[in-house]
């Protein structure tokens, strides 16, 4: 099946510093959808992404899709305490979700 | 309204026992999904429900875990002979119709530990 590959695996930043993890599938997809995990919380649905070229954002949050849908990207403005956890792109292998193990941000304050 | 609840929210038990795992989807969803996430890893996909029947149950790693969702509500993880590589946070999921691209809301887990 189709794999997406995420990077990077951690990142750390200072507050206040941007941040962004990426998405890149082999094959073209139908949609992607985003998910974030704070320690010890469980997954919580951001967004989903459906067309070719596709911007979305959400306060300091934007995401992207690419032209070919065959990647997307996460990007954090202005990064807060607040923005620390996991954050996943899974894949969609019928209705389940095929997660990797995401991209771990931490941040200092 | 109301979330994915899940109980247990903590289960400890001895290695070779049996435990039963809890998840109430949001009220209408009848869609539910189980995964299982261990330390550092993604959620694992292991079955997924659309009414009362497993419409995909490909993920269960062996025979000694079975699911039910007799009335198309409430499901119940089942665990026979519970194994220390069975520790993990189970996780249970729930979307409106199950259709590729729905929304799935996740329930905050039951954490399994086998000693």
């Known amino acids: 099946g189709q794999q997406v590959m995420q990077i990077p695996q951690y990142q750390h930043v200072q507050e206040g510093e941007d941040f962004t993890t990426y998405c890149n599938s082999s094959t073209t997809l139908s949609n992607i959808q985003w998910y974030k995990q704070r320690p010890g919380g469980h997954p919580v649905f951001l967004i989903q992404l459906v067309k070719s070229g596709e911007v979305k954002k959400q306060k300091r949050l934007t995401f992207q899709f690419g032209e070919a849908k065959k990647n997307s990207s996460l990007h954090i403005t202005a990064t807060q305490t607040t923005d620390v956890g996991t954050y996943f792109c899974?894949?969609?292998?019928?209705?389940?979700?095929?997660f990797g193990k995401g991209t771990t941000l931490s941040v200092s304050s | 309204g109301a979330g994915v609840s899940q109980t247990p929210s903590n289960k400890v038990t001895e290695k070779g026992k049996y435990v039963e795992l809890r998840c109430d989807p949001i009220s209408g969803h009848t869609a539910l999904y189980w995964y299982r996430q261990s330390l550092g890893q993604g959620p694992e996909f292991l079955i997924y429900?659309?009414?009362?029947?497993?419409?995909?149950d490909s993920g269960l790693p062996n025979d000694r875990f079975f699911a039910v969702r007799p009335e198309g509500s409430v499901s119940t993880l089942k665990i026979q002979r519970t194994e220390r590589g069975d520790s993990a946070v189970y996780l249970c999921a729930s979307s409106l119709n199950g259709g590729k691209g729905d929304t799935q809301y996740f329930g905050p887990g039951t954490r399994l530990t086998v000693l």
């Open positions: 899974p894949n969609q292998a019928g209705t389940a979700l095929i």
């Open positions: 429900f659309q009414g009362t029947g497993a419409a995909d």
